[in-house]
Nanobody, 120 residues
Framework: QVQLVESGGGLVQAGGSLRLSCVAS????????MGWYRQAPGKQRELVAR???????NYADSVKGRFTISRDNAKNTVYLQMNSLKPEDTGVYYC??????????????WGQGTQVTVSS
């Protein structure tokens, strides 16, 4: 199995910054896409940013220019640098990683979520 551990969430004032991290561990042969999603109260989970194995990125329009996704393949880790945070960025942020296990079965795993709260 593959496990994801997220960290870096918290409470921040509007205009502030946070950096989320997500480390994948377990029976990993290779990792393809890594991404971050978020879910605000009463809303559906939505894509925030994704990064491919070739470092291609895509972002939700609402975070373009403010958030940056990156990855460290040697550490099986994906980061989300969030700057100029707004109250509407509040929500639970989930890491999502897709790849292949040592058994060569594919995996598609979600983290447990980390709370981000932006106060106005």
């Amino acid at each position: 199995q593959v496990q994801l551990v997220e960290s870096g969430g918290g409470l921040v004032q509007a205009g502030g910054s946070l950096r989320l991290s997500c480390v994948a561990s377990g029976s990993i042969f290779s990792i393809n896409d890594m991404g971050w999603y978020r879910q605000a109260p009463g809303k559906q989970r939505e894509l925030v940013a994704r990064i491919s194995s070739g470092d291609s990125t895509n972002y939700a329009d609402s975070v373009k220019g403010r958030f940056t996704i990156s990855r460290d393949n040697a550490k099986n880790t994906v980061y989300l640098q969030m700057n100029s945070l707004k109250p509407e960025d509040t929500g639970v942020y989930y890491c999502n990683v897709q790849g292949r296990q040592r058994s060569l079965f594919q995996f598609h795993t979600w983290g447990q979520g980390t709370q981000v709260t932006v106060s106005s």
